[in-house]
């Protein structure tokens, strides 16, 4: 199921998202071609708990859905609120899975979503990977594990299978893929492992310069599913000490959104914050990759790149697990406001198209028959120019 994630939008009230369900999300349905489309939705805690409690508000938001023919499979849960104040940083990181109302907003996001799913339908929430590095305890560790553990016992007493979706992230305690493979493997006496599981962010995944097939694969034979795919892709600098390569990355620093950025060095992967920080202390003896989601179906200008090859490849190995066509694909570019004005959709109209052209590359490369194929090998496809030809299908 291919969707788009409604966090690009700041509405943080019932009215204000199904206005941008009108302005943007019918909108971007009929631009993209598609009969149907998914909305990856992203509903803040105050949104989240108005909702779980009333459902007179559950029809107002299913009968907008219905009249732009759109339809909820899965929610991100990451950002708790407050996603496009000024500075944001460190804050999308609380409150964390330690502090009991990380577990009350999301079983109210899985109350919702199993009330709003098409008939048949599984659903998952995504949702951050415990908090952020620093000041994390032992008790705060114990804390998190009982709060998940609960979680997913009362995932199990829904009506409808709604499943949990932990996403790492570069920075936070479960970093990598491999960090929550093992913090989950290590619970599952307690954390039941049909209902929680891994949301692949290939933009985090490819900052990382993890290898999209192995960590699939360590996911696999951990007996972990990928419940949800972020769609997204990463900037790439392949020579961060060429004058011309360092302003041009320097043009997606920014204030409200943390740019993590790695560097591949001869003994490891070196790690910094922020991209401002990276410029300064970065040795730049290896290629730089940068916690910018790129629109898909767009090239940033030489000598920068995006990580889109990771992307493909990460879905083409997820669809090759037990349970990889079950997995949700959720288009996550929630930058497009913030990066440099040649890459940028700050007008209502350029982000419609924006989101649509994302669409398009993602129906054309992301869902062939031929990446789906177990006996298949994965080939990377080159980044189209924006503007690819409409197809019709439902997504």
């Not at 909702?51 to 299913?62: E, F, Q, T």
């Not at 952020?132 to 609960?150: I, S």
């Not at 409200?256 to 003896?285: I, K, M, N, S, W």
Request: charged fraction near 25%.
């Amino acid at each position: 199921m291919l969707s788009y994630c409604t966090n690009v939008h700041p509405a943080e009230d019932l009215d204000g998202v199904i206005a941008q369900l009108a302005a943007y999300a019918g909108p971007v349905r009929r631009a993209a071609g598609l009969d149907t489309l998914g909305v990856g939705l992203w509903l803040p805690a105050e949104l989240a708990h108005r909702l779980d409690g009333s459902a007179a508000d559950r029809d107002r938001l299913r009968d907008a859905l219905a009249e732009h023919r759109l339809t909820v499979h899965t929610l991100n849960a990451f950002p708790y609120g407050g996603f496009h104040a000024d500075v944001v940083k460190l804050a999308v990181y609380q409150p964390t899975w330690a502090d009991p109302v990380r577990a009350e907003y999301t079983l109210a996001c899985a109350r919702v979503l199993a009330d709003l799913l098409p008939e048949g339908a599984a659903g998952s929430i995504s949702t951050l990977p415990l908090g952020w590095r620093e000041g994390w305890t032992a008790q705060d560790d114990q804390a998190a594990t009982a709060a998940l553990a609960r979680v997913s016992a009362e995932l199990r007493a829904l009506p409808r299978t709604v499943r949990l979706a932990i996403e790492p992230e570069p920075g936070c305690i479960l970093d990598t893929v491999d960090d929550v493979v093992d913090w989950l493997a290590a619970r599952t006496d307690r954390i039941d492992p049909e209902l929680v599981g891994i949301c692949l962010d290939t933009c985090h995944l490819a900052t990382s310069f993890a290898d999209p097939v192995q960590a699939v694969r360590r996911i696999r034979d951990a007996g972990l599913r990928v419940v949800k795919v972020q769609a997204s892709a990463a900037l790439q600098v392949d020579d961060p000490s060429d004058p011309a390569a360092r302003a041009a990355v320097a043009r997606f620093a920014e204030p409200r959104y943390l740019h993590q950025t790695r560097e591949q060095g001869a003994d490891g992967v070196l790690r910094v914050d922020d991209l401002p920080q990276a410029l300064d202390t970065l040795p730049a003896a290896g290629p730089w990759r940068v916690h910018v989601h790129v629109p898909l179906h767009a090239r940033p200008a030489a000598p920068l790149s995006a990580t889109t090859d990771v992307l493909r490849t990460a879905v083409g190995a997820v669809a090759r697990t037990p349970h990889g066509d079950e997995a949700h694909l959720d288009v996550e570019t929630y930058t497009w406001s913030v990066l440099p004005p040649e890459l940028a959709a700050r007008a209502e109209s350029d982000l419609v198209a924006g989101i649509a052209a994302e669409l398009r590359w993602a129906t054309e490369h992301l869902l062939p028959a031929d990446l789906w194929a177990a006996d298949r090998p994965v080939r990377p496809v080159p980044v189209p120019e924006p503007g690819a030809s409409k197809v019709r299908r439902s997504a």
